[in-house]
């Protein structure tokens, strides 16, 4: 009886473990931008739909797995856990691939042996089988936490299928460079560096997708008298390629070329407020780029 509340406990810190993991990885997504902003409400769904989803799946096939594993005596908490680190997909093809065979105990010698022994392997003797009906019970357990897990997995594939069509779509996600709100990607970047500490962005990318943006919140403490210091250098500039340096602030949109600059930029921020200001690089064909901005 204790061993078996040592495991419950252990598969129930596990479970709050992984749980507190996720949590802490879209807490810090929030504290490093905007959140879901410049993200439609139906798209906001379907993400926290496939999340809540996926995390049921796990569950209920992690809780499956649990029973089954005691019902032959294997390590249930380790194979709950499995399924959830290694989504429960993985996990549950693994798990049949390797799970023990179903044993009981002999009466004579107290030897475990397979259900399906005739006679014990240890002392010889005769198994007597169980009736038709309680091995049909045993064969058909929990399967509750299966079925349930199973409408969780549709559930999950169908957010995903409509988020990913949303996003291939480009609807409901903004784009919009001189949006007040957070600017969201479609295409790709090969980054080296990216880091903002110090209220100093460093930016180190390969090359982007045509268009694509990469901002980084900072604040303005005094509008008057700050200035924004960028210095960029493009290490691959193709025909027509440019970099452009954005700053947004609520309806306030200006733009800079800083593809070939020969100096660090000073950009005066007396048309801005005090606060926050989205500060964008938008690249289009230039590669090989380093970057460093801040406001002083």
């Known amino acids: 009886m204790n061993h ?67 019902r032959r005596s294997d390590d249930p908490v380790l194979w709950a856990v499995v399924i959830f680190l290694v989504t429960p997909f993985i996990g549950l093809l693994l798990y049949f691939l390797r799970r023990s065979e179903i044993k009981t105990i002999c009466p004579a010698c107290g030897q475990r042996i397979s259900v399906k022994a005739k006679y014990c392997e240890e002392c010889g003797t005769h198994m007597e089988k169980e009736d038709a009906g309680v091995m049909v019970k045993q064969g058909t357990h929990n399967l509750l936490y299966m079925f349930v897990g199973i409408v969780s997995m549709f559930l999950m594939l ?36 990216n880091t903002y500490l110090d209220e100093v962005w460093k930016l180190d990318f390969k090359r982007a997708s045509e268009g694509f943006v990469k901002e980084q919140n900072m604040m303005i403490a005094d509008a008057d008298t700050q200035l924004l210091y ?21 309806d306030v949109a200006k733009s800079v070329d800083v593809t070939n600059l020969s100096e660090p930029l ?13 500060v ?17």
């Open 280 to 296: 964008r690089l938008q690249i289009n064909g230039v590669e090989n780029t380093v970057s460093e901005i801040y406001i002083q």
């Open 158 to 193: 169908i957010c995903l299928t409509g988020f990913i069509i949303s996003v291939a779509t480009g609807y409901g996600i903004n784009t919009n460079v001189t949006s007040n709100e957070q600017v969201w990607n479609l295409g790709m970047i090969s980054m080296n560096h």
């Open 230 to 250: 960028a210095d960029i250098s493009c290490g691959s500039v193709p025909d027509g390629a440019t970099l452009v340096l954005w700053l947004v602030q609520g």
């Open 4 to 70: 078996t509340k040592k495991n419950r406990l252990l598969f129930y810190s596990g479970i709050t473990v992984i749980l507190l993991f996720v949590f802490i990885r879209l807490s810090i997504f929030f504290l490093k931008s905007d959140g879901f902003s410049g993200l439609s409400m139906p798209l906001i769904a379907l993400l926290f739909g496939f999340i809540l989803s996926g995390l049921c799946t796990s569950a209920f096939f992690a809780a499956w797995v649990y029973q089954d594993c005691k």
């Open 266 to 278: 000073k950009y005066p921020l007396n048309e801005f407020e005090n606060g926050k200001v989205h």
